[in-house]
């Protein structure tokens, strides 16, 4: 897309941080676009430097624009994006895309996804997913009209930069339309509840459900009172994206080969592995503490209504 005119923003659903900003009041700016969805691990490691940027940078003329545009239909909520918005320390324009209006007239395809436009509102770079940090922030300046040192940036929590080395697992999703790696006996049962078990291992990569589940399209949603996900998994850090639905908060408790995490749980459990299901977001369960090796995590839910739509490691 280098090379052409910015695409307007009309198709906004909400916007959050400002009042909607017409292609007049950019003109004169730089003006870096984010794609991003409030579950999207990759766009939670690259915002500690769209965040910098954007403080370091707005007084030499630079305009961030976030545009959400949900993956998931539970994303949809605009209060959930407000609240991630404030989580995450989001003090920039955001527009809220619900109908993929300004997706597809940037053409896009990526979350997340950084467009660089010119004062004259000619874009002239993009970048899809994590990395090429530097030289983004050296074609800011660039388009800025300055020089100056980098910005020292690091992600805290489930912010920080992924663990690249030692991670073997990929991302895995868990509703039908894009599920693979299921390995419960009892095969998948498409919208209706079904009881499954855990097998006794696990091969690498592979999942199963314990208890009485729904597969849908984009999730699983447990309907008894206790279900179990387990995933057998190699990554520094596992994250489970999960929503209550209707029911919330629903307490959960995350073992790792049989034993509680201890030193190496994740920011949303502590050391016992219990945790608690309260808004539909990104978990972070596991920051492993020492050796990064092969392991079994099996998250539990006390409570009926926990939905689960994707694994992510780091």
Known sequence: M??????????????LNSEPLEPAQLRGHVVLVDFWTLTCINWLRTEPYIRAWSQAYRND??????????????EHDVDLVRRATQQRGIDYPVVVDNDYEIWNAFDNHYWPALYFADAAGVIRDQHFGEGRYEQSERLLQQLLGIQREMIAVRGQGVEAEADWDHLRSPETYLGY???ERFVSPEGVGLN????????????ADHWALGGEWTIEDEKVVLGGSRGSIAYRFQARDAHLVLSGGATRPIPFRVLLDGQPPAASHGVDVDADGNGT???????????????????TLEITFDAPGAEAYVWTFG
């Open 177 to 179: 339309g894009r599920g």
């Open 277 to 295: 299901l309260e808004e539909a977001r990104l978990y972070q369960l596991v920051r492993t503490a020492g050796t990064v090796r092969e392991q």
């Open 2 to 15: 280098a090379g052409v005119h910015m695409p307007g923003l009309g198709g906004a659903t909400t916007w």
């Open 192 to 203: 209706r509840s079904r009881l499954y078990g855990v097998p006794d291992a696990l091969r």
């Open 61 to 74: 003329g630079l305009i961030v624009l976030g545009v959400h545009t949900p993956e998931f239909s539970v």
